[in-house]
């Protein structure tokens, strides 16, 4: 079933939340302000878990640092720069990051409200007309679909299509804590990615074009293990980053298949990540601000991770990495799923 509820009013705009519950008990709140997961309600033996971050009122969510969760368009992750050149043009987009963009700048779709239609028992349909804001051209017409199924899945499909030629890689930005939303910690999850190499990055987030092995450094997740934060803030590359915000650079490429999979010892609450796309940036909260507000309480800095299904960051920038243009009447389709279930 679905339920909706007033939310509050972003610049006179009404905000929704919707809730999508299953038969198995299992409810995701999503927000028409940037369709964000505000709540992930998982039933264990010994009550409801939260185990997605989020704010309590719209104006929470406008706090510095602390926007959490949402869709990320028309461009996830980083940009050198903040420039490319594309069907024989120089595009300049805002510099939100240093010199860089983040999250296609003030463009980024977590801040936008969505019209949301209910497309099924258990399925919303979350549309916004891109119209090119922080210097991208052209406009983009997207949909995403999400989906709660009885399988315990949070299905998101996504189709953008453009009026001219862009570059569009778009993800989910919500952050997890599996121990439940306030526990504070990631040190008692443990992580396993099905990839064997990564983009390694230089200290302000821009990767250096090269695809290197995982094997015999700190981001060898490719067996289950937990972050070892203490020691991995050793390796220089993390500490620039004061954790995980890597790319990975998953097995299969493009191809439907299981991206990563994280467990709380504490609970037993396991999350899956599958995807068709070929990179998946894991980010351990690392810049949430200190006395973020939450939903009863505060977050800080790595209370929360992200599985953010993508193309390599700064894509367009490196021809050796998939190519994340899409050319005037393709249209642009992925699908990410999330599902939950508890280890024994």
């Known amino acids: 079933m679905i339920q909706k509820e007033f939310f509050g009013k972003v610049a006179g705009q009404d905000v929704y939340s919707y809730t999508l519950t299953n038969r198995g008990g299992l409810s995701a709140e999503l927000l028409s302000?940037?369709?964000?997961?505000?709540?992930?309600?998982?039933?264990?033996?010994?009550?409801?878990?939260?185990?997605?971050?989020?704010?309590?009122?719209?104006?929470?969510?406008?706090?510095?640092?602390?926007?959490?969760?949402?869709?990320?368009?028309?461009?996830?992750?980083?940009?050198?720069?903040?420039?490319?050149?594309?069907?024989?043009?120089?595009?300049?987009?805002?510099?939100?990051?240093?010199?860089?963009?983040?999250?296609?700048?003030?463009?980024?779709?977590?801040?936008?409200?969505?019209?949301?239609?209910?497309?099924?028992?258990?399925?919303?349909?979350?549309?916004?007309?891109?119209?090119?804001?922080?210097?991208?051209?052209?406009?983009?017409?997207?949909?995403?679909?999400?989906?709660?199924?009885?399988?315990?899945?949070?299905?998101?499909?996504?189709?953008?299509?453009?009026?001219?030629?862009?570059?569009?890689?778009?993800?989910?930005?919500?952050?997890?804590?599996?121990?439940?939303?306030?526990?504070?910690?990631?040190?008692?999850?443990?992580?396993?990615?099905?990839?064997?190499?990564?983009?390694?990055?230089?200290?302000?987030?821009?990767?250096?074009?090269?695809?290197?092995?995982?094997?015999?450094?700190?981001?060898?997740f490719t067996r289950p293990r937990g972050l070892d934060l203490e020691q991995a803030l050793k390796d220089n590359e993390v500490a620039s980053r004061r954790g995980y915000d890597h790319n990975f650079c998953l097995k299969g490429g493009r191809e439907f298949k299981d991206a990563a999979a994280v467990v709380s010892q504490t609970t037993g609450i396991k999350l899956i990540c599958s995807t068709d796309q070929p990179g998946l940036q894991l980010y351990t909260g690392n810049f949430i601000a200190e006395s973020t507000p939450g939903k009863g309480g505060v977050y800080g800095p790595r209370s929360g991770f992200c599985l953010e299904t993508q193309n390599f960051p700064d894509a367009v920038n490196n021809q050796s990495f998939p190519s994340p243009v899409v050319r005037k009447g393709e249209v642009y389709r992925t699908k990410t799923v999330y599902e939950v279930s508890l280890i024994s």
């Open 33 to 220: 302000l940037g369709g964000i997961l505000n709540s992930f309600l998982v039933p264990t033996g010994s009550g409801t878990i939260d185990i997605a971050l989020g704010h309590q009122s719209v104006e929470d969510f406008f706090s510095e640092g602390a926007l959490l969760g949402g869709i990320v368009g028309r461009n996830a992750n980083r940009i050198k720069n903040a420039t490319f050149a594309l069907s024989g043009r120089k595009i300049q987009l805002e510099q939100n990051d240093g010199s860089h963009n983040l999250h296609s700048g003030s463009g980024s779709y977590q801040k936008k409200i969505f019209t949301v239609e209910e497309v099924g028992k258990t399925s919303l349909c979350l549309k916004h007309l891109d119209l090119g804001e922080g210097g991208f051209s052209g406009t983009v017409t997207v949909a995403v679909t999400v989906t709660l199924n009885d399988q315990n899945q949070l299905v998101l499909e996504y189709t953008a299509t453009p009026s001219e030629d862009t570059i569009i890689n778009l993800t989910h930005h919500a952050y997890f804590n599996l121990s439940g939303h306030l526990s504070g910690s990631l040190e008692d999850h443990t992580f396993q990615i099905f990839a064997d190499h990564y983009t390694p990055v230089k200290p302000d987030g821009i990767p250096t074009g090269e695809i290197r092995p995982v094997e015999g450094t700190v981001f060898d």
